[in-house]
């Protein structure tokens, strides 16, 4: 799937099965405290306009985060991984 979507930011991926990588970023998306989950849109919205762009952002509360996952039952929408 990396080579054929991510090609040029695979190197960016963790090279082992994953395992590590996705607990952390679940742990991260669910448990992440409030006040650094506001911050990180504004962080990318001031980096974006320095470079040109405009982006408008949309907050999602806690209750969205921790349901997502168990609609899809911890799987990618897209690809079913």
Aim: hydrophobic share 30%.
């Amino acid at each position: 799937m990396l080579d054929k979507y991510f090609s040029n930011s695979k190197n960016n991926f963790p090279v082992d099965n994953g395992t590590e990588y996705l607990n952390n970023l679940e742990n991260e998306i669910l448990n992440e405290l409030s006040g650094i989950y506001k911050a990180k849109p504004i962080k990318l919205e001031n980096e974006l306009k320095n470079e040109g762009f405009e982006e408008e952002k949309f907050l999602r509360g806690n209750i969205f985060k921790r349901q997502v996952p168990i609609i899809y039952q911890s799987t990618c929408a897209i690809s079913g991984l």
